[in-house]
C-alpha cells in the first residue's frame, strides 16, 4: 500500500462513488478500522451521508465491517478492491468475448450494483434487452447466468448466519466447502415472464410506481431471496493472465501458435488449482484431440509448433517429460518474469536509448559484472559506457553488490559487482505506472472540468434533439446551430484529448497488470 | 598516523582511479539548484498502440453509470449567504436516488430507517393490603407474650441476625452482578444512541428549506 496507490484510489472512489465515499475510504485507510462515530466527526459530512456510504460501499465490496469485543461494528477498507475498478472494462469486455452480449450485460450489472441476487439481475438484464428490442427471453438470460457460475467468472456471497442478535450480521465462511460458492440455485422465473408481459402492455408514465412495486413482489417469488451473486475477481484475473501469455506468444511467434497456447490454457485450466506456479503437465496428445478442427493443424505441424515455442528465449512453455508423445507445462512464474523483463526494456530502450538498453540487457544475460568488463562487451566507447551504466546506476534501474576480497572492504581491494534485481525493479515500474496513471486520470479530470459549461451546453442540446421527435430538418439545424463552430471545433479538441488520455490509461492499466503478476509469482514456492 | 598531514593540498584521500574516474577527468560539480519541474526530454515518447476502442467506450460508460446510479452520494451543498433562485437549476444540487439495499446483510446502525427500540414502561405492582381492624385486646395480649419470650429469646436473636447478615453477603454479590449489567447496558444506550448534536443543526437547516411557517 504506497503513497500513489492511495492516492489513486481516492481519485477512482471520487469518481465511481463521490467525495464523501472518498474522505471516508482515506479516514479508514489511514486509521485501519474505526466504528462510525469518529467516520462522522472526522469526515465532516452529516451522519445520513455517511451511513448511506459506508453501506453502498459495503455493497460493492470496498469497505468490510465485523463486530469489535466490545460491542460496536468497525469497518475497514481495502485498496486492492477499489483499484481492481481499474479493470472493470476489461471484465465486461472479456465477458462480452466469451459468452456474448446477454453475459455482458449481466456482468455489467453485477458491477454496477455490487451484489444481486440471480432472480434481481436476470430481471435488469431482460429489460435493458427488451430496451434494446434484443429477442432474449428470461429463460435465455437465466442459462447465460448458470454458464457464468459454471465457469466461475460468477461467485456467490457468503450466506448470513442466523445470529439476529448481532448488531451486524455474520457472514457463513466455508472453508471446507469452497465449491459452495458455485452451486446454481433454484430459481422460479415464472413471476419474472408474468410480469415482463404485464409491463409491455402498459407503458404508461402513471405506473411506474406501480411497477416498482410488482417488482419487488416478483423479486421476492423467486425463492432465492438471501443468495447474492458477485464478480469473482480472480477467476477474471487468471482470464487476464492468460490472455497476456496467448497474445505474448502470438506476437513473438505467429497466431497459430498463440492459439494453440490458448487451447492449452483452456484444457489445463480445469486439471490446475488456481493458485499454483505453473499448469500441470499435459501430453502432446491432449492437445492435439482438443483443438479445433477448423484450424487443420495436423500432428507433424503441432510438433513443430511446440518445438518452436519450447525453444523459444522467452520460456512460456516448458517440456517436463516425454511420455505420451511429450509433457508440456505452462510456468506462469517464468513466464510472467519474461514479460515483466521485456517491458523494463521497452521501458529503459524509450527512456534512456538505446545504448543504455545494451548495457541493461548485457547485465540481464550475464548476471554480475564489474564496470571494465562491461565497457569491453558493450562495445560502445568506455567512457559512453561508463555514463549509461551510472546513469541506470542512477535511476536505481542497475544494482551494486560490493565483494571485498580482504576483509576490511578498502575500496582498492573490492569487486563492485553490478547487477540487475528485477523484482526491485518491478515494484519501481508498478509504482511509476501507478503515479502516472493518477497523473492522466488528474488531468482527464481536470479538461473535463475545464470545458465543464462547453460540455453541458452539448449534452443540453442533444436532450432538446432527443426528446423532440418528429423534428424538421430547418429546426433540428438551428438548435445544432446553438453551438457555435468555434465551440464544435473546441468540443471536438475536447473529445480527442480525453480519448487519448483514456486510451493510455487502459495501457497503462495493462502495464500494471503484468507487473502485478510478476510480483505475485515471483514470491510464490 | 604520521601521514595525516600529508595528504592536504593533494585532493582526496583515496585513488580516484578505483572509482572508476580517470587521469585527467573533471569531477561534477556539486548541484546548487533542485531540478527543474519539468525536464526536457531525452526521448519523446511513441504514440499510443491503437488500442482496443471498445473498453475505452466501456469504461466512460461504467463511469457515467456509478455516477448516476444510487450508489453515488454527493456531499449536501454548501450554503452560500443567500438563497438564490437560480441555486434550483444548479447541477449537483440533485437529490441522491432512491435505493433500498438488503438491510440484513448490513450492519443494522447503518439503516436510517431503524426505529428505536421501545423500553416497555411497566408499571410498578404496588399490591395495597386491606387495612386491618385493630383489636385493642388482642394487642395487648400479643405484648404480654411477646415480652416475657423477649427475654428468653434475646440469645437465640442474636445468633439469628448473624445468620441473616451471612445470608445477606450471599446474596450481595448476585446484586453487584445485577448491576453491572444495568450498568452494561447504560453504556451501551450510550454506543448507540450518543448524539454529538451534529445533525441538530441540520435539521434545522431542513426546516429552513421549506419556508417560514405562517
Redesign the interface.
Known sequence: MSLEQIKLCSFILREHFGEVAEKIVNYLLRKGSTSLKPLTTECGFTLDKVKRCLAALIQHGIVTFSQHKAGFVEYFASVDNVLSYLFFPQYINCAKTLFGDESELIIEELLHQGQLTMSGTINRVTQRLAQAESSQDVYGVRDKFVDLIKTQFVKQCPLLTPDSKARSPAFAEDTENPEQAFTVPQVDLAGLVKRKRKISDDENEDHARKKRKLENSAAEKCGDEGIYWTINHARFQQYLRDQAIVTAVSRKVDVRAGEIIACFLRISEMKTASESISTNAITYNEIFQSLPKEMGITRQILDQYLRIIVEDASDFLQKTGDSGGGMFAINFQRAFKHLCQAHVQSVIGEKYGSKCLRVYRLLAMKGHLEQKQIEEMAMIPAKEAKEMLYSLFDEQLVTIKEVPKTPDHAPSRTFYLFGIQLNQVARMLLQKTTKAMLNVCLRRAHETQQHRRLLEKQQRMEAIIASMENLEEEQKTEIEEMVTPAEKAQLSKIKKMTHKLEQCESQLCDTMFVMEMYIKYAHMK | MAGRGRGRGRGLS??LE???IGRGESIAGAKLLPPPTFPPL??H??P??P??E???Q???D??T???E????????AKRRDIERYSDKYQ?GQTE?LD?D??W?????????KRRRKVRAVVAPKIQMKPAKKIDVKEISAKIKVSSMEASRDAKEDEENEEEEEEKEEEAAPEEEVYEEEELEDDT?YN?TY?D?G??YG?DEDDDLEEGPVY
Open positions: 583515496f585513488n578505483n572509482l572508476g531525452d526521448f515518447p511513441q499510443l498502440i488500442g482496443d471498445y473498453v475505452v466501456l469504461k466512460q461504467f463511469r453509470a456509478m455516477q446510479s444510487a450508489f453515488f452520494v454527493r456531499p449536501s447541477i441522491d435505493w439495499p438488503d440484513s446483510r448490513l450492519p443494522s446502525e447503518l439503516n436510517p451501551d454506543q450518543f454529538n451534529e445533525n441540520a
